[in-house]
């Protein structure tokens, strides 16, 4: 049978093993997006951390992934379950975008905006939700969908630890030598890929027009 | 309310809305893990024996309930299914209680067969809530295997028989079998081997023809592995017990248990229902004739009355 | 080019209201009591006296670098002086609460510095807003200053970008004025505009400023504009005020530095030749 009529007679676990990866991916995402946006913003107000945080993030990023997932397998707690360690691991990878373009999208703000909202009152606070987040969120959205998509990416190679998702598909294929199955995998990740990106990225430009609405 | 503010207003209401679906489509994944109502999904490793037994659970379990199996095989490890299956991905799948005892419950090996069950038993239910089933009648543990023509030639049965003429012999052993502590290293100390020369290691699938074309004299296989009956090779027996037990059981998660009683009760009737040569003959039916594994499964339990 | 600047001299010092309060007169709204600023070890501002009364426009001119910008931000607490006080509605802006300090001074810089992703409404209500004034009243000054400025109330729901200079600086000058504040700084406001809507916004403001009696400094350097919209004007040059006049009266001092500028702009005309 042909590709399309293979990925319907297995409907069922197609349904099952893309809601396990749109899991990982996005509760790995949530994670890395609490943890990171506001982290971006702390080393906008203590600029003495941008060095350290945003170095400390290019690290992780450097290790190679299979390498970070392996590394973390003999931890306690992380180290049991597949699915904490592939959520700990691709949050981890997906912190370096969400800092990034949070710290990148404050510093973009213009300072002349920034500094007529200082002198007319505005506390800190309120400078930083009323004035610096709505004109950096296109900014910080970019950063939410490189991460996510990056989170969708890297959890195709989270099966090869046992924490299911699509690359499952992938690796049983290999192992099977069936193409069917390792499409029926690598499509459905390309695709969920793909519509993430758009989506957020129909997000990205409606924020960043605000930017030029000056 | 002036335009302005209506325009302003329905602006927020816009973006706090896409907020509020973004937030959603976070959580709706952990929120929507609702699934498994009446079925049932059987794992395997990714090796032929391993995917003639999930197929054989899922037939008889779909044969002697009303519920439908999905079958996920080719997981492509021990650790893999036991994570799997920890998670709640799959509710069942074949294990040997060798490697369940050492490598997932990381204890020592040592004891017979019954002590190794049932310490693998309690194991499993105390520390996962999983329940063992019992044996399926094989053992597939390592293998010292020879020649049928020199088997009879020397009239060997044991190891220990064997052991007399290894130094004229040239072995031939898997990477992983060198590399195991209950394997080679232990063998030589257990038996007192010796080797005309040192063991060649080459690829598991390599082995059998190398024994076959006399390149080797004797190799570490696997107990049911399809090939020794259909070359005339010959197993010898492990008369000192050297090698841990590998019976095959299946590992089934107490929480589908709960919701479906009868998949224990079909399940406990391939209780010692395989012998080794059965299981021989199976995986030879799929690796060397290269028939259907579905198919071969079905003929088996037809045969066998398991199933009508 | 200009001889060595002389610091304000006795003749001079007559003018400075520093040297008139007697105990019925109230504290001046903004007063520089031998303020200094420094840098990076750079001196910014040195020993500046000054005064503004309620009601009074003070003019500061001077070229780029003269201090004025400094100044400015020291009476709103951007910056804190490193020597002397500045005291506002007479305590030290060190003293003030700097939120409230810069809630009760409004502020209005080049091009307006409205916030692009809020509308004119928004904009002009931000103080208000956040001083949680009630909505029924928050709207109602928005129209009101929306016509103060002489902007039609269509306007309020446009985004800034979709205004023309002339009417972002007007919306600029309402944001300032929204929650009443007793002091107004304006920062080279109308600098980026065209010739004659720079002229329009000088008469306007004039008018506007001879009805609220706010204590205004306005930063700018451009003479005609100073002559126009002063009650004094302050010359500063490199961090040092070099006079402090009347407006009328700046046209007639010696001092090397006015008569620089006069010459550099000269063909201009003293604005209200005869009055005052």
Known sequence: MNFLQFMMANRQQVLDLTLEHITLAGVATLLAALVGIPLGILITRIPQLSKPVLGGANIIQTIPSLALFGFLLPAPWIGERAGRLAILALALYALLPLIRNTYAGIQGVDPAVVEAGRAMGLTDRQLLFQVELPLASGVIVAGVRIATVVSIGLATIAAAIGAGGLGEFIFRGLAMVNNQVILAGAIPAALLALFADFVLGRLERRLGSLRSKS | ?308 | ?276
């Open chain 2, 1 to 308: 309310m002036t335009i302005h503010s209506i325009r302003a207003r329905r602006k927020q209401i816009i973006s706090k809305l896409l907020l509020l679906f973004l937030v959603l489509l976070f959580l709706f994944p952990v929120v929507g893990c609702q699934r498994h109502a009446d079925r049932i999904v059987v794992g395997s490793k990714n090796f032929t024996e391993q995917l003639i037994l999930g197929e054989l659970f899922a037939q008889v379990i779909e044969a002697r309930t009303h519920l439908s199996v999905e079958r996920r095989f080719y997981l492509a490890g021990t650790f893999i299914c036991q994570q799997a299956i920890l998670a709640g991905r799959i509710d069942i799948y074949p294990e040997y209680t060798g490697t369940a005892l050492t490598a997932v419950l990381k204890q020592q090996p040592g004891g017979d067969k019954q002590e190794v069950y049932r310490r693998v038993k309690q194991g499993y239910e105390e520390t996962f809530g999983f329940r063992v089933g019992p044996p399926l009648g094989f053992d597939d543990t390592f293998a010292m295997v020879i020649r049928g023509d020199d088997a009879r030639r020397l009239h060997l049965q044991t190891l220990s028989q064997a052991a007399q003429f290894t130094p004229q012999w040239r072995a031939g052993f898997g990477y992983e079998f060198m590399e195991r502590p209950d394997g080679y290293k232990g063998l030589v100390a257990s038996y007192g081997l010796r080797f005309a020369e040192p063991p060649r290691i080459m690829d598991l699938g390599l082995l059998t023809r190398a024994l076959k074309e006399r390149q080797v004299d004797i190799i570490a296989g696997n107990n049911t592995d399809g090939l020794i009956p259909a070359l005339d090779f010959f197993v010898l027996e492990d008369d000192h017990r050297y090698f841990p037990p590998y019976e095959a059981v299946a590992v089934m998660r107490g929480e589908m248990l709960k919701n479906h009683p009868e998949v224990q009760a079909a399940l406990d009737t391939l209780a010692g229902a395989i012998s080794d040569e059965d299981m021989r003959r199976l995986n030879y039916a799929v690796d060397g004739e290269h028939r259907d594994p579905t198919a071969v499964v079905k003929k088996f339990l037809e045969q066998r009355r398991v199933i009508n």
């Open chain 3, 1 to 276: 080019m200009l001889s060595k600047l002389q610091p304000i001299t006795g003749e001079d010092a007559r003018h400075s209201t520093l040297y008139m309060t007697d105990a019925s007169t109230p504290a001046p709204a903004i007063e520089f009591d031998h303020a200094s600023f420094r840098l990076n070890g750079r001196p910014l501002l040195q020993d500046l006296a000054l005064c503004v009364k309620q009601g009074e426009t003070l003019v500061l001119l001077g070229r780029s670098g003269s201090g004025k910008t400094t100044t400015l931000k020291l009476i709103n607490r951007l910056l804190l002086p490193t020597a002397g006080d500045v005291r506002v509605n007479g305590r030290r802006t060190a003293d003030w609460d700097p939120i409230r300090l810069r809630r009760s001074i409004g502020y209005v810089i080049q091009d307006g510095g409205l916030f692009p992703h809020f509308t004119v409404e928004r904009n002009i209500a931000l103080v208000p807003r956040i001083e949680n004034w009630p909505q029924a009243r928050v709207e109602a000054r928005v129209r009101e200053l929306l016509s103060t400025v002489g902007l039609s109330e269509d306007l309020a729901s446009r985004y800034p970008s979709q205004l023309s200079g002339g009417q972002r600086q007007r919306v600029g000058v309402a944001r300032a004025l929204a929650a009443d504040p007793p002091i107004l700084i304006l920062d080279e406001a109308f600098g980026a505009l065209d010739p004659i809507t720079r002229s329009e916004m000088q008469k306007e403001f004039r008018a506007l400023q001879q009805r609220m009696r706010k204590a205004v400094i306005f930063v700018t350097h451009d003479l005609r504009e100073a002559l126009l919209l002063a009650d004094r004007i302050a010359l500063l040059e490199e961090g040092r005020l070099i006079v402090d006049l009347p407006v009328a009266e700046f046209p007639l001092s010696q001092h090397s530095l006015v008569r620089a500028y006069m010459e550099a702009f000269s063909g201009c005309q003293d604005p209200h030749p005869g009055t005052k």
